[in-house]
């Protein structure tokens, strides 16, 4: 796992928003992302727009509902009405869109809520965010899924061609399109990010990680498409978030910066290693049938994140791993007594 290094000197000032709207913020990524942001910025307040849908859960934000300079607002992304109203109380000078439905085989079984949600949301949040006066930067959150399959060694740039293979990855990478069209064609100051697999604490458990550890616990079947050697690379959340703000803050306008944790693993060694700290069996895993349209490769080249902005991961993959497990132990243990 690469160590971070010191961060190189920007020459340039780094922005700092003042009124900062983060969308889907009582998700996985985005409470990180909402907490990290009132750390890390002393003077900016933060409006949360979540829609509270499945995946949404207020508990995320438990530590900063009653923060001075936080403000959650229960809302969906694709209601102009309520996106337009939010603009004009606040005034916000930047948004960091991170709502979004992420999970793939939900969106093989129905697109629809994933049209519009990332697709129809982001739309209305870039004329907002055109209309309003004063606003200064929109960073899109994407993801690695955008670009499609590709075989090793190679890995994707910035400027590799998009090649979504799922319903979830085109309506990404849609909703890319959508945020460069706004730049090109209005002088929208905008900035994309593209992740690789995220992982962490607090993780809607339908994703891999938290799925396999929850099934370890109850010692029940643990499911793996196809062969399970499905590559991903893995980046810790708060690694993530701290990224993000680096692009809000010192990122050019219209560019993209892929964000990766520099830890590629294949689907069956993650689980293999999760069975190992659970002191499970690994005749627990239980081979499925492959997901429709399964990519079989993500990599990302983030090197000109590293290279302009200086940021690179800080959160080794098996101490993440061992604080998931940790976590989820002491979770079941405090059910159980």
């Known amino acids: 796992m690469m160590q971070q290094n010191p961060e190189k000197k920007h020459t340039g000032s780094a922005?700092?928003?003042?009124?900062?709207?983060?969308?889907?913020?009582?998700?996985?990524?985005?409470?990180?992302?909402?907490?990290?942001?009132?750390?890390?910025?002393?003077?900016?307040?933060?409006?949360?727009?979540?829609?509270?849908?499945?995946a949404g859960n207020l508990a995320n934000l438990e530590p900063v509902l009653n923060h001075p300079?936080?403000?959650?607002?229960?809302?969906?992304?694709?209601?102009?009405?309520?996106?337009?109203?939010?603009?004009?109380?606040?005034?916000?000078?930047?948004?960091?869109?991170?709502?979004?439905?992420?999970?793939v085989d939900r969106s093989i079984h129905d697109a629809s809520p994933f049209l519009k949600s990332n697709?129809?949301?982001?739309g209305v949040l870039l004329e907002a965010a055109r209309l309003a006066n004063g606003f200064d930067r929109f960073l899109q959150v994407s993801t690695d899924e955008v670009y499609g399959s590709i075989e090793a060694p190679a890995r994707f740039t910035?400027?590799?061609?998009?090649?979504?293979?799922?319903?979830?990855?085109?309506s990404k990478a849609s909703a890319d399109l959508l945020v460069q069209s706004y730049a090109h064609t209005y002088g929208l100051n905008t900035l994309i990010t593209r992740c690789t697999n995220n992982y962490g604490?607090?993780?809607?458990?339908?994703?891999?990680?938290?799925?396999?550890?929850?099934?370890?616990?109850?010692?029940?079947?643990?499911?793996?498409?196809?062969?399970?050697?499905?590559?991903?690379d893995w980046l810790h959340v708060r690694d993530h978030c701290r990224a993000l703000l680096t692009v809000l803050e010192?990122?050019?306008?219209?560019?993209?910066?892929?964000?990766?944790?520099?830890?590629?693993?294949?689907?069956?060694?993650?689980?293999?290693?999760?069975?190992?700290?659970?002191?499970?069996?690994?005749?627990?895993?239980?081979?499925?049938?492959?997901?429709?349209?399964?990519?079989?490769?993500?990599?990302?080249?983030?090197g000109k994140l590293s290279a302009q902005l200086g940021w690179q991961p800080e959160e080794a993959f098996?101490?993440?791993?061992?604080?998931?497990?940790?976590?989820?132990?002491?979770?079941?243990?405090?059910?159980?007594?």
């Open 250 to 302: 010192r990122g050019t306008p219209g560019e993209v910066y892929n964000i990766g944790g520099c830890n590629e693993q294949t689907n069956l060694s993650v689980i293999k290693a999760v069975l190992k700290r659970l002191n499970r069996p690994e005749s627990l895993i239980t081979f499925v049938p492959d997901r429709l349209g399964h990519d079989r490769r993500y990599a990302i080249d983030a």
């Open 15 to 54: 922005y700092t928003p003042k009124r900062l709207l983060i969308t889907g913020g009582a998700g996985f990524i985005g409470s990180w992302l909402v907490k990290l942001a009132l750390q890390r910025w002393p003077e900016a307040h933060i409006v949360t727009l979540d829609a509270l849908t499945y």
């Open 69 to 103: 300079r936080h403000q959650f607002v229960k809302g969906d992304i694709a209601d102009a009405a309520c996106v337009k109203a939010l603009f004009e109380q606040y005034a916000f000078d930047a948004v960091i869109n991170s709502a979004a439905e992420t999970h």
């Open 119 to 122: 697709v129809l949301g982001t």
């Open 158 to 170: 910035e400027a590799s061609p998009l090649n979504p293979s799922s319903p979830y990855a085109a």
């Open 201 to 232: 604490p607090n993780q809607y458990p339908e994703k891999l990680l938290p799925l396999m550890i929850q099934n370890a616990l109850q010692h029940q079947a643990l499911p793996v498409y196809g062969d399970g050697m499905n590559i991903r």
């Open 318 to 337: 098996e101490a993440g791993l061992d604080e998931l497990v940790q976590a989820a132990n002491t979770n079941a243990e405090a059910l159980v007594g």
